[in-house]
């Protein structure tokens, strides 16, 4: 296990789902991309996870695509457009899990690996973390979906900022664009992410669950999206966990949910 490109390990209600390519700086293959997808949704349809935490081993979260792939498997307009479908599958997954997902960030997230970052709903990242959005020194374009993510944890200029000129931006400044929640030592990051991991875990799942899909609701607009929001919702007033909240409200002692 510990040699595959792609490790899951589930533990607490919390599924840590591990970019492992260190010698490559975590550069994704066409494989991991579709891997990607099957993990994610496979964590997030398994009851006993409340939230996911994606990361990557050693120094770096992840320098992208793999591009030495690209000669074969990007060469010309089909496989590329292959390619990018499998991008697309992995940034949906994440990004329509049912479950809160955390980007535990350090060192060099670029490309690919922005795109992941981007469709995590929460980021942390270590002070020594470099954000790149590279394309344009490819040439090559980001997928819609993608860049809607992006656009949508950076705003817009800086999205363009970053697409147009493929500048790379530290840390401090991804906060202060807020693309990430917080900045931490790189020695703390794993402490600062299990932290807040462990509070979600606590929380009650289908509250988690209704909120995600209320916030999406919001961003999106659509129809769709508010009616699943508002369905989530309604699940929530006759669950026990409700219950149990009440109770430990008035009894004084924290609540156990159960996620029904």
Not at 37 to 59: H, K, Q, Y
Not at 99 to 121: H, N, Q, S, T, Y
Not at 154 to 177: E, H, N, P, V, W
């Amino acid at each position: 296990m510990e040699n595959e490109p792609l490790m899951v390990v589930c533990s607490g209600g919390v599924a840590t789902i591990t970019l492992n390519r260190p010698e490559r700086r975590n550069a994704i293959t066409q494989a991991m991309w579709h891997d990607i997808a099957v993990r994610v949704r496979s964590c997030a349809a398994d009851d006993t996870n409340r939230v996911i935490v994606l990361r990557g081993a050693g120094s770096d979260f992840s320098a992208g695509a793999d591009i030495s792939e690209f000669s074969t498997l990007r060469a010309g307009g089909a496989s590329a457009r292959a390619y990018e479908a499998a991008n697309s599958a992995a940034f949906a997954a994440l990004r329509e899990a049912r479950l809160p997902v955390i980007a535990a960030i350090r060192g060099i997230c670029f490309g690919g690996g922005f795109g992941l970052a981007a469709a995590c709903d929460l980021r942390i990242a270590a002070d020594d973390a470099l954000f790149s959005v590279p394309a344009a020194r490819l040439g090559l374009a980001y997928p819609a979906d993608a860049m809607a993510d992006i656009v949508g944890a950076l705003g817009q200029q800086m999205a363009k900022y970053l697409a147009f000129s493929g500048a790379r931006i530290d840390a401090a400044t991804a906060r202060d664009a807020g693309f990430v929640l917080d900045v931490v030592e790189p020695d703390r990051l794993e402490s600062r992410v299990a932290g807040l991991a462990a509070a979600i875990a606590e929380n009650a799942p289908l509250s988690v669950r209704a909120s995600k899909a209320s916030i999406r609701a919001a961003v999106s607009g659509r129809s769709e999206d508010v009616d699943d929001a508002r369905a989530l919702g309604d699940l929530t007033f006759d669950s026990a966990d409700y219950a149990e909240g009440r109770a430990a409200y008035l009894q004084k002692r924290r609540p156990a949910f159960e996620g029904r």
